[in-house]
């Protein structure tokens, strides 16, 4: 067992890193980089043999052969910059959720990433955003 | 908030994403509520003239846009194929819109339909968009909601039931019925409404609700006419099919996405044709439309559903007193840190903490026995207090208040329309 002072350091080593930053602005808090999350998530489940393969269909019901890789040219395309690549292109389904709720009530915007099992949990998911809400009472109008 | 992340969204379409040293490109899917999914694409929302994020369709027939009604069809229309947007008509719809094509019938930018004079055409050149969205996504992949089209869809058949009550017996027989069917809800169903989800049901309790339909069936028997009962008992079987392959997360067979969208055109069908008063929403209008698409074209919706934030809401409500600072950002700020922390997912922890139970046999955790104790009648009471009592009371009147204002509301316009109708 690693003792406090090590554990300490060891998360003070993770808090470094790139892909852990956080944000604070008036709008709100926010990761520093959405890619380097997203990365970090994708690398982890590819090295552990976790990573899905997710298809887009046919008017058949067969999966769309996906020959091409993403480059440079590509990346410049406006199919590619909304999201929306060309079907026979490698691609890695990512879903972005917005929603106001909860208690204390705020605006959160989490990213899924659909290539694994269970991409609805909570520990499977990235955390993206959070903006408190406020709400106005009757004497803050006045 | 989303403005601050747009550019780093982009900056992840364009670099892709780095898989087993390949470079693949991110197909983005926006997923939320309605009012979120019109809040991210500067739509008007659901009762603009053009409601649906996807299609052209507008809302219901009028003179007004009877052009657009011929041409894209209505929401209240259940057969022809619809005219998808595209992405860029979100943005030029926009432009229209600032440029005051929505007013003054200056011309737009839609696919060299100018603004023009008529209503149709103003219209059509803001396609009921305000501003430039917030991220510019395929319409084609938006998610066509599950979660909340449950809970909207759940909550339409209960006030549904009252509203035949009211057709056939009046208006004292639907007060008396909606109290039955609360307290049928608690004793049976075992479900409560919550203050939040507009005093409706969680999403959770959406399922056990429809797999005892047959008790919400029973209740009404004496309520109402034959036919409005078989209509009744029809549409739950249908919606219950619908149901459970809209919230499912594994990818469906062919066989199966055929049987989704042959079963989600009936229930709308059925809906429309047996309970004329029945208008169908921007939600039905996605059920009926979309959502079959969106199966046919990945697979699956429930697994690109909107279930994660709204888990994160309980989570974030959980870690609040944990991360409790001077201000409320500052506490946000800190769970954010926190959950970057958590995120933590190297080989070694995504093998420990990754799944390894297997899925229990069908129906191994269902009992089998009288007198298995996971029968609720055969659990011991847990004493409730008469304080907690007497406000589940309260709340259970005021749903099934708020349940019969509702039918009423709806019934009270069918019959105006009607009698107007008859008039003319």
Known sequence: MASVDELRLARKRLAAMPAKQIKVDSAGAHTASLSLAV??????????????????????????????????????????????????????????????????????????????????NTNNTIFAAVCPCDKDNYDDLD | MLKTLAP??????????????????????????????????????????????????????????????????TLQDITGSRTLRSSTQF?????????????????????????????????????SVVLPPLLTVDPRQIVVIPLHLTLGVNGRFLVLATECVLKCKG???????TQRLAVLLRDEVGVTPVPYHGGGFIGRD?????????????????????????????????????????NRAGIATCEEVKQFRVDATALVTHLKRSFPWMNISPKLHLLLCHAADFMHRY????????????????RYGQSARKNSLGSELASAAAFMRAMALAREACESDMARYGSTRKPAALGARKSTKVGDKRLRQNREEVPVCAAKEEKARKDRKKWADDLHEAAADTISAHVRREKRARRE
């Open chain 1, 39 to 120: 990365q970090e998530r994708v690398s982890a489940l590819c090295q552990s043999g976790r990573f899905v393969e997710r298809h887009v269909y046919d008017e058949h019901y067969r999966p769309m052969p996906k020959t091409a890789l993403l480059t440079d040219a590509d990346a410049s395309d406006p199919g590619v910059l909304a999201g929306c690549p060309p079907p026979n292109i490698k691609d890695v389904h990512v879903t972005i959720c917005l929603d106001k709720g909860g208690c204390p009530s705020s605006v959160k915007i989490v990213v899924g990433i659909i290539n694994q099992a269970r991409p609805k």
């Open chain 2, 8 to 73: 780093q969204v982009t900056a992840l379409l364009a670099g892709g994403i780095l898989v087993d040293g390949e470079r693949r490109a991110v197909r983005l899917f926006l997923t939320a509520d309605y009012a979120a999914l019109c809040t991210v694409l500067e739509h008007k929302g659901p009762s603009a003239a053009m409601p649906c994020l996807m299609c052209l369709s507008t809302q219901s027939p009028s003179s007004e846009h009877s052009v657009l009604d011929a041409k894209y069809l």
């Open chain 2, 91 to 127: 943005a030029s719809g926009a432009r229209a819109g600032r440029s005051g094509g929505s007013n003054d019938g200056s011309s737009g930018g839609n696919d060299g339909c100018g603004g023009g004079g008529t209503p149709s055409n103003r219209q059509f050149a803001h396609l």
């Open chain 2, 171 to 177: 208006s004292a027989a639907g007060l008396r019925f």
């Open chain 2, 206 to 246: 959406c399922h056990p609700i429809g797999d005892k339909s047959d008790a919400i069936c029973q209740l009404l028997l004496l309520e109402l006419t034959e036919e409005y009962h078989t209509a009744y008992k029809r549409a739950w079987l249908l919606w219950n099919r619908v149901r459970k392959s809209l």
């Open chain 2, 299 to 314: 697979g699956n919706i429930g697994m690109y559903g909107e279930q994660a934030i709204e888990a994160w809401h309980g």
